[in-house]
């Protein structure tokens, strides 16, 4: 896209079909929905925390699915090993040679069901994959194809059988998206919409192709000198405060960065504003601020400090946000 050049017209409409389709099988949740289609097209990985029975399987399969990417799920468990996830060499006895198996990781979209059952040596066989988009299985290395992201579901900690995974870990998420119970109209409609999602299948609205075109567009997405000071100067903010043992990362940066540019691109513009920044700030700082035992104590909330921080740094002006158009 060149320097004062409109978007297409596919590349707002397709993410809000893509949405509007995943909405009607998925019901209230399509903020959860959008920053799934965001962490695609940015590059990212999700986690879907929630207690069993609230859909994040089911969100999974649904948005690959309208997707058209190709799409593999693990079911994670105590004995899940690595070479489950990768794959190995496998001996052939008719030509006597060992030849590649590839894995489930070896997609473009992968869903790891309930990660955290799985073991801390099988959780860590997906960070090259999820940082290097690549893999290396008995010293040699493969790449990943492009789209590529991981999405993980998660129990809560406090469910029995689970290995928490670590600060490294989780700070390889772009998001971490908790899936509450739905609201009393919410649960009445899913009960009206039964038959329909049963019975239907859903439609198939995109391509891996067209994702990866999605993806080069959000590299055009500019972002002001302002509003890349705004967001330095919150994750900075979040660093040294006596309510947190451990703030925003460096890559938490990147991440928020990457993410704004694919939300404005999504919402049809080719420059980020700071209600971008604010609006992803929580989904994705959430799961790398850990609290300080006294204010675990106090009952005080991660996304407590977060507004705090929001609430304390001055906001860019409009002018200073600066659209190429």
Known sequence: ???????????????????????????????????????????????????????????????????????????????????????????????????????????????????????????????????????????????????????????????????????????????????DYPTADEERELIDRLAMIEALGVKKLASAEQVRKLTDYVEKVHVSEDVKSYMVDLVRKTRGLEQLKLGGSPRALIHLFKACRANALIEGRDYVIPDDVKRLLEPILGHRMWLSRESEIEGLKVSDVIRQVVSQTPIPGMKAVGSTK
């Not at 649904?62 to 693990?74: P, S, Y």
């Not at 069901?113 to 040596?121: A, F, L």
């Not at 099988?122 to 290396?136: C, F, G, Y």
């Open 1 to 179: 896209m060149k320097e004062n050049e409109a978007l297409p017209d596919w590349v707002s409409s397709v993410p809000t079909q893509i949405l509007d389709e995943a909405s009607r099988f998925v019901v209230g949740k399509r903020e959860v929905l959008k920053n799934l289609l965001v962490a695609l097209i940015a590059g990212g990985h999700v986690i879907l925390e929630g207690v069993p029975g609230v859909a994040k399987t089911h969100i999974a399969e649904t948005f690959a699915g309208i997707l058209g990417c190709e799409f593999k799920r693990i079911q994670s468990t105590p004995d899940l090993l690595p070479v489950d996830l990768i794959g190995s060499f496998v001996f052939d006895q008719k030509t006597s040679e060992f030849k590649l198996r590839r894995g489930p990781i070896f997609s473009n979209i992968v869903l790891i069901d309930e990660i955290n059952r799985s073991t801390p040596k099988t959780q860590s066989a997906t960070i090259e994959a999820m940082q290097e988009r690549q893999v290396t299985i008995e010293g040699q290395t493969l790449r990943l194809q492009a789209p590529f992201m991981v999405m993980a579901t998660m129990n809560p900690a406090d469910v029995e059988g689970v290995y928490p995974l670590t600060e490294v870990q989780l700070d390889r998420f772009m998001f971490r998206l908790n899936l």
